[in-house]
């Protein structure tokens, strides 16, 4: 049993955020993390950061960008805080050692992002998030934060209607460990992994979502999935929206720049899901490079495609054998993000005191119906360090008043054991790959009620083949056989939460588009919907107001 | 088409010793090594255990060796293996201990990492003024003025920044072959960042007395594989290079290493020749020229014996020259 003031799960950007912001102030505070910190899926993150810095540009009409990209779904008192605190943010990011490519006047340079009024988005070259990773965690080990790397959690846990803790599974040697604390924090990412072809890592299962839904907290808008217009061809691999922002084309097979069909006005620069949507149109109907789009950055010259683009150009180089300096990249609609997530507040609370969740796995929501690009990054250290200082404040007035049910440290043991034991045939890895193959297929980019209907049964078979999963490691060495048994349960039940939301929203807004109910309906479905467990497991749904200050919604047009 | 992997199984639970197992494997275009093996976990065999997460080569977990070479199983073309190897080995990294299967013990690398100190030890005083703040309606905010040929060293899209910690450079490094306390090419690349960091108030300061010291940059042995296998295209020894003179410009030259550097350059600047039996005793001491003692009489006996007293070579003039254009002269 392991005793802590704060458990942050998760090592990406948000959660290195809240625990430099922790241990600033001395607070006892140990991240755990199914990989190593530096592992962590921010690091992918390429093309920028957004923040108003130009004299030309203020943070109002990123705001107003935001609150427009979200199809109005975005709370906006929450992204007032987002913008606002924008600046400042990035500028404690610098000072903390974070590097950006400089402007010509001496400032940060930034560049055009889609969805963006101004140019806008801070850079590191094409790796602003192995910029920002790095450098926090080079700040985590400043403040000598104490760091349990390859610790799988299981359960959240709590007690007097308050967070007690969490149980976690040591994947270097097998043993279960219990850590008590007042506050925890999850900020455990995305669930990319619900997809084929999608852009994200093989950790990101949404395992902090599903925990949390089986322990009593909502999940928010978790329909709302993003698919990001540019991952290569053959692999999903991300091909940062900042190749567009240094002016990349979008052509189809007739060699057109087919976004000015739908989206005159800003182009290639569209939000992603009207991207998204464009390039899926033309493949469907018929004007596809062999079920591709070609990005075209030829035009950009080497010099410009080496100094701003590099990791695209290698990127391109290795996962799909194209130079593009030579020739145009073969490129696709992939899952990219998580607009939904864990419920939150715009201090990172939950239903659960002392419980907080910030960044992809949460949802303030900052990113309603759909994300601006360069907005995430921004979302995960405003938003984990704002949950750090509240559970700063939180622990000056927390109370010993909880106790941690060690019983559960043995309950999730036997569901480890029980599962090895099975005699069942079923590999969980192909039933992983039958379900991403269904959501893709069925819960994509369009969506209509009877392919969602579909996706529903196949997600009900493969829940009862789950029940004979067979596990063949049986020892205690870094089993990651085991581990990826109860990811995929994870991921199962939150594309259950997926397609059930999705089903009953019926509109289209932001990145969820219903062919059979193609407008946006704001009378009755201007709403963020709530995921909860009933008391037999099924999903039930809420529903609970979008914040409306400034911005009253318009038709969305680009 | 079908083909082999043949990967180094051990789990200490079970074995007394590493062994391999061949798997058979149905290839399509495109497929990288990490999918290979990814496909023999899901299909074939559960045991088999690696590291993975990012699959686009910035996480830096799958780093292995493949047919003997230390790469990103996820940015490695089963085809071009097959046609140079006609198989897929894959092994753990070397220069750490084994956990299990291809997964080793990272405790010590990253350990080493956090040695160099990875951070800004403060500010320059330009740029306090970065404040947090949340800006009311209407309110812009000022940021600090950096020339961008301050970071120069570090905005190239092969500067140390971008290093991924694969362990790629650590596993090949022959320094720490030969000293397991060595620092190693990618704490060094690290610590080489923040020095050339233009907001570090330590600017060439402790970082290069501490980098001197015994498992530091001296000790680099300039095998060069550091560079050869990075994934990434970053030279760590380059780093390395530019460590060594950086201190040696800041007169940071107590290490054995420095001085020998320093003994060189002053007997080619004074001979133009290589005064072997100086260069010895002021590099090591009195003790490091005890040290070079059986080497010397191996070479004595080989009737390689270095002269006593040197000759001036006769294009001194040119080397005097040369030393000026290096702004070396107080170095002599």
Redesign the interface.
């Known amino acids: 049993m392991l005793k802590h003031d704060v458990v942050i799960v998760g090592a990406g950007l948000a959660g290195l955020r809240a625990a430099v912001e922790l241990r600033k102030k001395g607070i006892d505070v140990v991240i755990v993390s199914k ?2 910190p ?4 921010s ?2 993150a390429q093309g920028g950061v957004n923040a108003a ?1 130009d ?1 030309n540009d ?3 009409s990123h705001f107003f960008d935001t609150v427009k990209g979200s199809d109005y779904l975005g709370d906006q008192d929450a992204i007032e ?1 987002l913008t ?2 924008a ?3 990035i ?2 990011l ?4 974070v ?1 950006f ?2 402007n ?5 340079a930034q560049r055009p992002f889609g969805g963006q009024s101004f140019p806008r988005s801070c850079y ?2 094409d ?1 602003v998030g ?2 920002m990773l ?1 450098g926090l965690f ?2 985590v ?2 403040y000598k934060t104490k760091i349990l790397y390859e610790y799988f959690v299981t359960s959240l846990l709590t007690d007097n209607g308050k967070v007690s803790g969490v149980v976690a599974y040591d994947i ?1 040697n097998g043993k279960f460990e219990g850590i008590a604390a007042k506050a925890v924090l999850f900020a455990t990412g995305g669930y990319g992994q619900v997809y084929s072809s999608n852009t994200n ?3 990101n299962t949404g395992d902090g979502m599903a925990i949390s839904i089986n322990a009593g907290v909502p999940l928010m808008d978790m329909e709302f999935v993003q698919f990001h217009p540019t991952t290569l061809k ?2 999903g ?2 091909v940062t929206e900042g190749a567009r922002g240094e002016g990349a084309y979008l052509l189809n097979s007739l060699g057109v720049r087919f976004m000015s069909k739908y989206a005159p006005k800003a182009m290639e620069l569209a939000p992603r899901d009207v991207v998204a949507r464009a390039e899926q149109t033309e493949i469907n109907e018929g004007r596809g490079v062999d079920g591709a789009i070609l990005l075209d950055i030829r035009h950009l010259g080497k010099e410009r495609i ?2 701003r683009l ?2 695209i150009m ?2 391109s180089i ?4 194209v130079n593009p300096i030579h020739e145009p990249i073969p490129i696709r609609p992939g899952a990219h993000y998580s607009m939904g997530g864990i419920k939150t507040d715009y201090n990172g609370r939950t239903a659960i005191e002392g419980y907080y969740s910030a960044g992809e796995s949460a949802c303030v929501s900052v990113h309603g119906a759909n994300r601006l690009g360069g907005n995430s990054l921004l979302d995960t250290v405003v938003f984990g360090r704002r949950a750090g200082i509240d559970i700063a404040e939180y622990l000056k007035s927390a109370a010993e008043d909880r106790k941690f049910d060690e019983s559960a440290i043995k309950r999730d043991e036997e569901k480890f054991e029980q599962l090895k034991k099975s005699a069942g045939k079923e ?4 039933l ?2 039958e379900l991403q193959e269904e959501m893709r297929a069925n819960v994509g980019v369009f969506r209509e009620e009877n392919a969602m209907k579909k996706a529903l049964d196949k997600i009900g078979e493969l829940k009862e083949r789950a029940k004979n999963i067979g ?3 049986k ?7 085991i581990v990826e048994a109860f990811e995929f349960s994870n991921i199962l039940l939150i594309a259950e939460v997926i397609t059930r939301g999705a089903i009953l929203r019926k509109e289209s807004r932001g990145a969820h588009y219903r062919t059979d109910f193609p407008e946006r309906d704001d009378s009755n479905w201007l709403k963020h919907t709530l995921a909860t467990l009933d008391g037999k497991g099924n999903i039930k749904f809420d529903f609970s107001e979008v914040a409306i200050t400034k911005f009253k919604p318009q038709p969305r047009t680009y | 088409m079908e083909f082999k992997v043949r990967a180094y199984r051990f789990n200490p639970e079970t074995d007394e010793k590493p062994y391999y197992k061949e798997y058979t494997v149905e290839d399509y275009p495109g497929m990288t090594v990490l999918n290979a093996l990814i496909k023999i976990k899901s299909e074939l065999d559960g045991t088999l255990s690696f590291r993975r997460s990012c699959r686009s080569a910035i996480c830096g977990s799958c780093a292995m060796k493949i047919n003997g070479i230390t790469k990103l199983a996820c940015k490695t073309q089963v085809s071009l293996e097959i046609d140079k190897f006609g198989i897929i080995n894959v092994e753990p990294l070397a220069n750490m201990p084994v956990i299990r299967d291809l997964i080793v013990d990272q405790e010590v690398f990253f350990d080493k990492i956090k040695a160099i100190k990875p951070y800004l030890l403060g500010q320059r005083e330009d740029a306090a003024h970065n404040i947090f703040k949340t800006l009311k309606e209407g309110e812009k905010i000022s940021q600090p003025v950096y020339d961008k040929s301050e970071f120069k060293n570090l905005t190239g899209n092969e500067d140390t920044p971008n290093c991924i910690l694969c362990e790629c450079c650590y596993s090949e490094c022959g320094g720490v072959v030969g000293n397991k306390d060595y620092l190693g090419p990618a704490a060094l690349a690290k610590l080489y960042r923040y020095v050339e960091d233009p907001r570090d108030i330590d600017k060439n300061g402790s970082r290069l007395v501490n980098g001197s010291m015994p498992n530091g940059f001296w000790d680099c042995v300039h095998c060069q594989s550091c560079e050869q296998f990075c994934p990434k295209g970053i030279s760590p020894v380059k780093s390395i290079v530019k460590l060594h003179e950086k201190s040696i410009k800041n007169s940071i030259t107590f290490s054995s290493g420095s001085k020998h550097v320093v003994s060189i350059a002053r007997s080619i600047g004074e001979t133009g020749r290589l005064d072997e039996i100086k260069v010895a005793f002021e590099s090591g001491g009195v003790t490091g020229l005890l040290n070079d003692l059986p080497v010397a009489f191996g070479a004595g006996l080989k009737g390689k014996i270095p002269p006593l007293r040197l000759k001036l070579i006769k294009d001194m003039e040119d080397i005097r020259l040369a030393y000026k254009e290096l702004d070396l002269e107080d170095k002599l």
Not at chain 1, 38 to 41: C, G, L, V, W
Not at chain 1, 94 to 97: A, R
Not at chain 1, 475 to 481: A, G, I, P, Q, V
Request: proline residues 3%; hydrophobic residues 30%.
């Open positions: 990989v190593y530096t592992r962590s899926h690091g992918a810095f004299e203020s943070w109002e805080i606002s605190e600046p400042g943010n500028l404690e610098q000072s903390m050692g590097v490519n400089r010509d006047k001496g400032g940060i590191y070259a790796a192995h910029m790095h080079d700040n080990l400043k270097k890592a093989l950790i053959s692999t691999i991300l080496m100094e590099p990791q290698q990127l290795d996962f799909e054998g590999r969980h890895g192909l992983k790959s596990i063949d490691d020892s205690k060495t870094f089993n990651t056989d």
